[in-house]
């Protein structure tokens, strides 16, 4: 599990690398750094949750765990969006800062969630229930995620090519899109109890 000094470290170093990919204006760079981060963070969670497993961690240990990965994901998707529609490309894209605060609130929420489930097991208490709903959480994400990445095809917004202002966010999405799936679909296959 990555220290708090490792999370800002993995956090500011996926914005830059997202960032500056797309400041040289190139699509495919840009799709190819969005989807590196996403890879990494997605691998990350799950030898996370395998070694909280292989330890006998309980269940609420890997949900924390899962709310934390997914946290960072979204806050990468959240920052990587503002600093990029703010500073870097100057195309207008009127949604950019919609998506922003949706993803910036869905990280401030998991970061919550895992705090509480901390909170409960620091205490000597493990709560079923908020263990079960975050399982349905996951399985609801886990659909929204799936839609997602199903509509970027649909609407032909996947791969999109540099003379739509929403090119750099459709990588994004895409690719967050996916390390979400992946890290939910780990995470369900941990035991809801113990």
């Not at 395998?50 to 990468?76: C, E, F, H």
């Not at 998707?77 to 998506?99: G, N, S, V």
Request: aromatic letters at 12%; a positive charge; glycine letters at 6%.
């Amino acid at each position: 599990m990555l220290s708090w000094t490792g999370w800002l470290f993995a956090l500011a170093a996926s914005i830059f690398a997202t960032i500056l990919a797309a400041a040289a204006n190139q699509p495919m760079l840009q799709m190819a750094a969005a989807a590196a981060v996403a890879i990494a963070i997605a691998v990350l969670a799950m030898r996370d949750h395998r070694k909280l497993r292989n330890d006998g961690a309980p269940p609420s240990a890997v949900a924390s765990s899962t709310a934390r990965y997914l946290a960072l994901i979204w806050g990468w998707a959240a920052l990587t969006l503002l600093i990029t529609y703010l500073f870097i490309i100057q195309q207008h894209w009127p949604e950019w800062w919609q998506f922003f605060l949706g993803f910036a609130f869905a990280a401030v929420a998991s970061l919550g969630f895992s705090a509480m489930l901390d909170r409960d097991r620091a205490a000597g208490n493990t709560d079923p229930t908020l263990v079960k709903f975050g399982r349905i959480l996951l399985q609801a994400q886990l659909l929204g995620m799936a839609a997602g990445v199903v509509s970027l095809f649909v609407d032909s917004k996947f791969p999109r090519a540099e003379t739509y202002a929403d090119w750099a966010g459709c990588n994004i999405f895409f690719f967050g899109a996916l390390a979400i799936a992946a890290i939910s679909l780990d995470a369900l296959r941990s035991p809801a109890h113990a």
